[in-house]
């Protein structure tokens, strides 16, 4: 293990990964995300065959001293393993405004390869490698100073195995001919979007949002957008803003003045009053015609009905022979979705090929005969 504390040595190391023989480093990231609503980034790891390399990034300034890094981020010809690099690569685009190229997620590869969908890295370890992974330093201060023997062991031992993955599951991708499914599955990852929650649609993540009037729902996604644009704004989180209980309540409530509205929603501060009370007044002259609505399942005939346990069948069958989740293939959400005509992902990609085309026959065939 070797710890990189100056712009110097960091440079250094990335000019030399990147002019080197190595086809893949593995790369993991340390941060605190308890209280902000950006990760507060600690340590970049970085490992090849010969070395670890334990980059503390609170010592470099993120203007000047990472040029070389994003260079390396970029070299096509080098592959950037991560294990579930959703966070990591959110870390890249909000601190250095940048998306690696070329990535291999072992979290997304392992799925493909016939594992639970979204297994942690030591579960994953333990199943595949039977390495077994210690993550009692997961959520310790990553952000204090000096860091401990313990933490450092831990940075290193991740991104260590990360390294170990990446072998065992190229070999089975090549050996099952899935590279194709992963890099189709990795599309999304590349896209910032991916990295940035649509803030009209998160008012889907309030527990009781399917329960409500359209007006409320209307006045939620206003709230929750407000919200979202606030955390960013003062890096808080969510909570910290206002919790989902008190947006509910607010809701809930037909306060008659601003002072009203302090004293019933107690969970509002005080320096966000004036902004959700003038939001509250704006939102009376709302359409109800832009009001957001729940998706209703159509009415769908018997032998629609049919179709789809014909389609479920398949997709068993299907799964078992390649064995992996039927979740993979499709869920029950999607195959419904199906038989009414909307658009689904196994309709596309590896998937249409495995499953889809098949399905259609099946879906056509009910069609024509009914």
């Not at 009781?208 to 606030?230: D, F, G, P």
Request: hydrophobic content about 40%; charged content about 25%; glycine content about 4%.
């Amino acid at each position: 293990m070797t710890i990189i504390t100056t712009a110097s040595e960091f440079n250094k190391l990335c000019q030399r990964l990147a002019h080197g023989t190595h086809g893949f480093i593995a790369v993991d990231t340390e941060f605190v995300r308890e209280k902000t609503y950006w990760p507060q980034w600690s340590l970049l790891q970085i490992a090849i065959p010969e070395d670890v390399y334990i980059v503390d990034v609170t010592s470099l300034d993120r203007e000047k001293d990472f040029d070389a890094f994003k260079d390396l981020l970029l070299h096509s010809s080098i592959l950037k393993v991560f294990h579930a690099c959703r966070q990591d690569v959110e870390i890249f685009l909000h601190e250095l405004d940048i998306i690696p190229n070329a990535i291999f997620d072992c979290q997304i590869a392992a799925y493909l390869c016939g594992f639970s969908e979204g297994m942690g890295l030591a579960k994953l370890a333990y199943e595949l490698l039977r390495v077994e992974v210690i993550k009692t330093q997961q959520h310790t201060n990553w952000m204090s100073r000096p860091l401990s023997p313990k933490q450092l062991a831990y940075a290193t031992v991740d991104v260590q195995v990360i390294q170990k993955l990446y072998h065992a599951l190229e070999a089975k991708l090549g050996e099952l001919g899935r590279w194709g499914w992963l890099h189709y599955e990795q599309e999304h990852l590349f896209s910032s979007r991916t990295y940035m929650p649509n803030v009209d649609e998160l008012w889907h993540r309030i527990r009781t949002h399917h329960k409500m009037k359209a007006s409320k729902r209307a006045l939620l996604q206003e709230l929750c957008r407000w919200r979202e644009e606030k955390a960013r704004e003062l890096n808080y989180n969510r909570a910290r803003v206002i919790n989902d209980d008190a947006l509910v309540k607010i809701i809930n409530l037909n306060s008659e003045n601003i002072l009203e509205l302090a004293d019933q929603v107690p969970g509002i501060d005080v320096d966000y009053l004036e902004e959700i009370w003038a939001l509250l007044l704006a939102f009376k002259s709302r359409s109800p015609h832009t009001y957001p609505r729940l998706k209703h399942p159509p009415r769908r005939p018997p032998y629609l009905l049919e179709a789809f346990e014909k389609i479920a069948q398949l997709r068993q069958q299907i799964a078992v022979k390649l064995q992996v989740s039927e979740r993979l293939l499709a869920n029950d959400e999607a195959i419904k979705d199906f038989v009414s005509d909307y658009e689904v992902p196994f309709t596309r990609g590896w998937r249409y090929e495995v499953f889809g085309a098949e399905a259609q026959g099946i879906l056509k065939l009910y069609k024509t005969t009914n």
